[in-house]
């Protein structure tokens, strides 16, 4: 395919004002599920960035069997999963790298569910993120991440298992 012409679904070529409508409509949201998924906003940014630019290398090939939200989301979920995987990452120093250092003026939010949902296995963190911050519905986390939709629930469920202990002086759900 010509990388310099991408064509929109039906065949016409994509032009800037749909890549900038991709951009505005899903950018934030890519975003912030690709921070939520990775737990480096540098690598987000990165992984943002290529799932845009895949959305309009391929935007010829989306036939419509799901919303652009669901298609985009699962391109970014393989971006990040490649992300992980790369040997780049193995090189870089963690998070606890930067354990030692202060900032003075920052202001710091309760990351208490944050750092919960980060603490999860990747396939549960996944369907966490998908599902409550992407707003997905099941069926659309099925098509996104390619497992059967019966998959995806009880992922959903044993993801909530785990967080419950995890989050219970946190929230109180009980009377």
């Keep these: 395919m010509d990388v310099s012409k991408p064509r929109a679904a039906g065949g016409a070529p994509l032009t800037a004002a749909d890549l900038e409508r991709l951009m505005a409509d899903y950018g934030d949201g890519i975003l912030r599920t690709c921070a939520l998924f990775l737990r480096d906003p540098a690598l987000a940014e990165d992984a943002a960035q290529e799932t845009m630019l895949r959305a309009w290398r391929s935007y010829g090939g989306f036939r419509g069997g ?5 298609w985009l989301t699962a391109i970014a979920m393989n971006v990040c999963r490649t992300m992980l995987r790369s040997p780049w990452r193995t090189r870089r120093a963690g998070p606890e790298a930067l354990e030692g250092l202060t900032v003075t003026d920052a202001p710091r939010g309760d990351d208490t569910l944050l750092h919960a949902v980060a603490a999860l296995p990747r396939k549960y963190r996944e369907v966490v993120v998908l599902y409550y911050y992407q707003e997905l519905t099941i069926r659309e986390i099925s098509q996104a991440l390619s497992v059967p939709a019966n998959t995806v629930g009880v992922r959903l469920k ?6 419950r202990p995890m989050l219970k002086e946190w929230y109180y759900d009980e009377p």
């Design 158 to 163: 044993r993801a909530r298992e785990r967080l």
């Design 66 to 70: 799901s919303s652009e939200k669901t």
